[in-house]
């Protein structure tokens, strides 16, 4: 008998069917709901109607299943059906007359949703209960949802509905206020993992944790995508897996190419971004995948390093762990999380470009100079401590600016720039400066008053001649031009104006006025 069915089906059946929970104990990753429906079946509060929704492979319908199950079993209804019975064995094997699964997207129309109704005011033939699922109902259209309200509302004793979906904000709310509504949640990359360890234990598969975890990560919640891309492993590598082997049929980027990427932005190599993006084309790696990837490291890194517990969270071996840990040092964690804002604000635009190569290199280059931007922060209370020629000094040895002698004396002879004069010439002058202007203003204390009426006209104007003649003996000379190439050339500076959107007018100081009145 079993021979005949397994010619009939197929020798093989996929992992996903042959380990299709059969009770509710079974249930991976839905504890709350499934408490919440024993305990209803226990005192017997059934709804007319359920709405099960969450993503792809979470569940909904195998708990569909089981809930009719438990409806019309034998020992029913119990949150512990048997299992073996004729009702039992009949839903498990699809054969259930008063089972009705029904595809929402072959019912769109109202003419399609008629037989429906009809059904649900017949009542069962055979079982306790008429049970209809209908999987992806937001495929409905609106008026096959309208001809349906009545019948949810107020349904036959002996018929519930169970309606499926992985869009439930396009169900309309006339329907779910008519239904219980249950909302399953994405598996966790653990219970994914443990769950596939004892599918590879008893199918003989020699599968590690990482493995599993490689696996889990990559069906993203969802425990059917998990078992299929273990289905996919063993049809490739047979029984023995290998993680480097699994990585290669997942896809995904090897941790020794994440690390590089990692090592040559926090070290500001940009001259090497060039050929590892290059190293990534002809590897056939996918840019946009490699790029997911890079956000993933990232983000790990800020896990090792603001963590005390991130084996935990990670769900990593501990030499990876270690080695993220490694990594981290490098830099401290705002840096991180500066690196990682970067990343996210460009996702969009890697996403969307039809340059993917020169969008990952023109980012790849930007995340390796941001290491030497200076903060806000510093550049504002070094000028309130005074340290902007120190400043200024710095970034003229970092920057190295390179002035031709031969240009600047050029621009000399064209009158372009002036010859600076030694420090000690300028003091005379400022010093030659201020006695001239008291002269001036002690020879011209007759003439003020000859024409009072002048002064009086203009009292602002003669206020201002006085003081751009009296010059502090303290005023410091203005920048040389190399300084001023220098201060231009800070990459705080650039960052700066590149940042506000913004242009220098005058990087000459400005002395600080003694008192109101000169504001």
Request: proline share 5%.
């Amino acid at each position: 008998m079993e021979d005949s069915q397994e010619t009939r089906f197929g020798a093989h059946q996929i992992l996903a069917r042959k380990y299709r929970p059969q009770t509710f104990d079974e249930v991976v990753g839905q504890k709350a709901i499934i408490e919440t429906l024993r305990n209803a079946l226990r005192t017997r509060r059934l709804a007319q109607a359920y709405i099960f929704s969450g993503m792809r492979g979470v569940g909904k319908t195998t708990v569909a299943r089981l809930l009719a199950k438990a409806l019309n079993c034998e020992k029913g209804p119990t949150p512990d059906f048997c299992n073996v019975c004729e009702f039992c064995t009949a839903i498990r094997e699809d054969r259930a007359v008063d089972v009705l699964e029904i595809d929402g997207a072959s019912y769109r129309r109202v003419e399609e949703i008629s037989p429906i109704r009809d059904a649900a005011r017949m009542g069962p033939l055979h079982s306790r209960y008429k049970v209809i699922i209908i999987d992806e109902v937001h495929m409905l259209s609106a008026h096959a949802f309208n001809s349906l309200l009545k019948t949810l509302e107020e349904p036959p004793p002996s018929t519930i509905f169970i309606l499926a979906t992985t869009e439930f904000h396009k169900v309309p709310l006339t329907i779910v206020s008519r239904c219980q509504h249950f909302e399953f949640k994405r598996i966790s990359q653990k219970e994914i993992a443990d769950h596939l360890l004892r599918i590879a234990e008893k199918e003989n598969i020699s599968l590690s944790r990482f493995g599993a975890q490689l696996l889990a990560e990559a069906a993203d919640g969802s425990l059917r995508d998990a078992e299929s891309l273990l289905d996919k492993a063993v049809a490739l590598y047979g029984s023995e897996i290998i993680d480097e082997k699994l990585k290669e049929v997942l896809g995904l980027v090897p941790r020794e190419i994440l690390f590089e990427a990692s090592s040559l932005i926090f070290e500001g190599k940009s001259d090497l971004v060039f050929p590892f993006v290059n190293k990534l084309i002809y590897g056939g790696y996918d840019l946009k995948l490699f790029y997911q990837e890079l956000l993933r490291h990232f983000r790990n890194l800020l896990v090792v390093e603001t963590t005390e517990n991130s084996g935990e969270i990670l769900l990593l071996s501990s030499e990876e762990i270690e080695s993220l840990r490694k990594e981290a040092r490098k830099v401290s964690s705002a840096d991180l999380i500066r690196y990682l804002q970067i990343l996210l604000q460009a996702e969009s635009g890697l996403r969307y470009t039809a340059h993917p190569q020169i969008y990952l290199e023109s980012l790849l280059v930007r995340l390796c100079h941001v290491s030497h931007l200076v903060p806000l922060k510093e550049i504002f209370r070094s000028l309130e401590e005074g340290k902007f020629e120190e400043m200024v000094r710095k970034a003229s040895l970092a920057a190295e600016p390179e002035i031709s002698i031969k240009k600047e004396m050029e621009e000399r002879e064209e009158g372009r720039i002036q010859a600076e004069k030694p420090a000690s010439e300028k003091k005379k002058e400022t010093e030659g400066e201020i006695s001239v202007g008291f002269d001036d203003r002690n020879q011209a204390r007759p003439r003020e008053k000859e024409s009072p009426k002048f002064e009086e006209e203009t009292p602002a104007l003669k206020k201002s001649e006085m003081r751009d003649e009296i010059k502090p003996a303290g005023l410091k000379p203005e920048l040389g031009s190399q300084e001023k190439q220098a201060l231009l050339e800070m990459p705080a500076v650039k960052s700066f104006v590149e940042y506000f959107k913004g242009r220098i007018v005058s990087i000459d100081p400005l002395p600080r006025p003694k008192n109101r009145e000169e504001v």
